[in-house]
């Protein structure tokens, strides 16, 4: 009995340390002025919404990413636009993980999916890669699948249109219309993720088409 009761103030101290590490939330595109509005890039999007809601902005680099701090509700955030290119973003996704030590389930990547239409969003809990040769390398720099996502619709390109060709194409007036509407409802989404859960969030947001 007298070890039990030694032991329970380290059993306190191991909850509250969990509780104070952040979440980190990341959203996937290719960094340069010349990719800012290509359908990749629809995460750094989502990212530069959910930091101004927060009243943040991105303004530090560290683990070969732009950084910003963030608290919502009594959660903190760590909120993550990767700067090595797409293709390696799993790079900068793992050391950011190992750092702030960060459990995979409280980490989200929100990134762009040619197979969803435009005005959707899907969260899951874990899966493949899907093509998506950002989240293959996290995946392979993290040596798991389970992780949380979140998937921006981008939709099919037309026609004979390479897909590889049209996520590096901007977005046309007409879908920047349906894209903002769809960014804020995604900011929605990743803030319910936040302070109600993944299972809340994906019960409330996967089944909307916007």
Do not use: W
């Not at 380290?10 to 800012?36: H, M, Q, S, T, Y």
């Not at 290509?38 to 919404?49: A, S, T, Y």
């Not at 293959?136 to 389970?146: C, D, K, P, Q, V």
């Not at 989404?189 to 993944?198: C, E, H, R, T």
């Amino acid at each position: 009995m007298k070890n039990l009761i030694m032991f329970l103030p380290f059993l306190r101290n191991n909850v509250d340390n969990e509780r104070k590490l952040p979440l980190l939330i990341v959203g996937l595109g290719n960094p340069g002025a010349e990719f800012r509005h290509n359908r990749h890039n629809v995460g750094f999007l989502l990212l530069d919404c959910l930091a101004d809601r927060l009243g943040e902005s991105f303004s530090r680099v560290e683990s070969n990413s732009l950084l910003t701090k963030a608290k919502y509700q009594d959660k903190r955030l760590l909120l993550a636009k990767p700067q090595t290119f797409m293709n390696l973003s799993g790079q900068a996704v793992s050391r950011l993980v190992k750092y702030y030590k960060i459990p995979l389930e409280s980490l989200l990547i929100i990134y762009d999916d040619v197979d969803l239409p435009l005005e959707s969003i899907r969260i899951r809990p874990n899966g493949g890669a899907g093509g998506h040769k950002g989240v293959a390398s996290i995946i392979e720099r993290l040596g798991t699948n389970e992780f949380p996502r979140l998937r921006l619709g981008i939709g099919r390109p037309s026609g004979r249109k390479n897909a590889a060709v049209h996520v590096l194409q901007n977005f046309t007036k007409e879908e920047n219309v349906f894209l903002e509407v769809t960014l804020e409802r995604a900011v929605d989404a990743v803030l319910v993720f936040v302070s109600a859960g993944l299972e809340t969030a994906m019960n409330k947001y996967n089944e909307t088409v916007l």
